[in-house]
């Protein structure tokens, strides 16, 4: 049985959350593979707002395992959080929720190392989440990181000892001002682990292997956005992952020829949170209106996030890398009201129209050339069927499926779960 993808296509924030849960229902394992606490994934039902960072948005459904993959970068502290906050809702954790031994663990410090290199590149900074996902990764790259399974060892508390006196040299190092209280943080830390070591720890490559041969349905939940990946994305205004479809085969121990549907999750227009380079950013009303009825506020850090037209450039690069095989359409309500609907579909790149994406991106180097649309006015939040959708905005989806040569099957127009029209 093949295992099948669900990635964001854009910076992040497409609403992977919501689509994990709404297609849980049809998978008996949903597994995250990469990115950790950077993430933050929201999830609506029954007038609950949920909002996860490293676990997977199929916990709420009785029908399926949740794995955290070897891909996956785990703060305990955080983690102990998330679980505290699923406390009230009847889910046997220990049996629901498998973490690979594989997976890194984020230590105190390794945020303390976040904070310390942004803060001395001033201007230049990456505007991370300041979750220690950098150096986490970097230790993990550079064979110096402590894993979940490192945890079953007696030998763990000298291991970590050994890395986190090597980081505080390093913090020295930056010669910046950060203020902190390792021992405070420690404390915390120790705490947060006993409830991680409470949990089930899996050679998690071994199960999925055997769940697939079992003819289990397994979908690998992405965190980020493709022009987030670390290889493919805006570098360096990227996270430390591999957020595209490869990051699955690598993040979990699946091979490539054993992926199935490969699903992309977009928005109707854009957003960024962080810094670096965004050709159809917006700095005028129309951006501060898709702010504002779209809500766009960061699910981790609450930054306001930047919002601009739909890129298609962009994203049909994402389309291609990822191997997308069907779309899915976040947020078109957020749209309802705009007189016209605008849509980037070529650049202008130093003098010349081109329509792939370039090495350079900046604002200097790229001017977005549009296509304008008519919009709607209808409200679609109340919508249930593919029928009910405006003409405009059918219009809008056909011109992108032409595009982007991929079927979108789901049209979101609302961030509840039920708020989900199929194609
Ligand atoms: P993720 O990181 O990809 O899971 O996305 P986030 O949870 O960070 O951000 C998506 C935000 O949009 C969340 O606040 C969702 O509740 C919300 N959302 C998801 N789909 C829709 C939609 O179709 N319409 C509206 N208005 N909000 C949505
Ligand atoms: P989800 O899974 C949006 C951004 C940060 C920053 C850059 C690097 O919710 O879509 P990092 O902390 O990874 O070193 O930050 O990446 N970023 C995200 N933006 N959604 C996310 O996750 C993100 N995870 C990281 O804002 O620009
Ligand atoms: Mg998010």
């Known amino acids: 049985m093949a295992v099948d993808l669900l990635l964001g296509l854009q910076w992040g924030d497409e609403g992977k959350g919501k689509i994990v849960d709404v297609l849980t229902k049809n998978y008996d394992i949903i597994a995250r593979f990469q990115g950790g606490p950077n993430a933050g994934h929201t999830l609506e ?27 996956v970068v785990i703060d305990p502290v955080i983690f102990k959080k998330e679980l505290d906050a699923l406390d009230q809702f009847d889910i046997d954790i220990k049996s629901k929720l498998f973490i690979s031994r594989k997976a890194h663990l984020i230590l105190p ?59 505080e040299a390093m913090i020295g190092f930056y010669n910046v001002d950060i203020q902190y209280d390792l021992e405070e943080l420690e404390t915390e830390f120790f705490d947060s682990l006993k409830t991680l070591k409470a949990l089930t720890f899996i050679d998690s490559e071994e199960y999925l292997y055997q769940a697939q041969k079992a003819g289990k349905k397994i979908l690998a939940e992405g965190a980020q956005g493709s022009l987030l990946d670390i290889d493919f994305g805006t570098y360096p205004f990227v996270t430390s992952s591999n957020t595209t479809a490869a990051g699955a085969c690598t993040g979990l121990g699946v091979a ?8 992309g999750i977009f928005k109707a227009y854009t957003t960024r949170v962080g810094s670096g380079p965004f050709p159809t950013e917006l700095f005028d009303t129309d951006g501060e209106t898709m702010g504002r009825v779209g809500n766009e506020f960061g699910a981790t850090t609450g930054r306001p ?25 976040m947020k078109g309500d957020v749209l309802s009201g705009f007189k016209k609907i605008k849509v980037c579909t070529a650049y202008n790149y130093k003098g010349e129209t081109i329509s792939h994406l370039p090495y350079n991106i900046e604002a200097e180097n790229v001017t977005p050339i549009y296509t304008e649309m008519k919009g709607w006015a209808q409200d679609l939040t109340k919508m249930n069927k593919a029928e009910e959708l405006p003409q405009a905005l059918n219009t809008y989806i056909d011109f992108l499926e032409k595009e982007l040569e991929v079927p979108i099957k789901i049209v979101s127009v609302g961030p509840d779960r039920t708020q989900t029209i199929h194609r």
């Open 45 to 71: 039902f029954d007038g609950i707002k949920h909002v996860l960072h490293t676990i997977p948005s199929g916990i709420f459904h009785k029908n399926a395992m949740n794995i955290v993959g070897n891909g």
């Open 109 to 167: 410090t390794h945020r303390l190392l976040d904070a310390a290199s942004e803060t001395a590149k001033g201007k230049a900074k990456i505007g991370s989440t300041l979750k220690g996902i950098g150096p986490t990764y970097m230790d993990k790259t550079g064979r110096n990181g402590m894993r979940i399974g490192d945890l079953e060892l007696d030998t763990w508390k000298e291991k970590y000892r050994t890395l986190a006196n090597k980081h």
């Open 256 to 263: 490539p020829n054993q992926i199935g549907d490969v699903k």
């Open 305 to 329: 996030r930047r919002c601009g037209w739909l890129d298609l450039v962009a994203l049909k690069y994402a389309v291609q890398i990822n191997g997308v095989t069907e779309l899915m359409m």
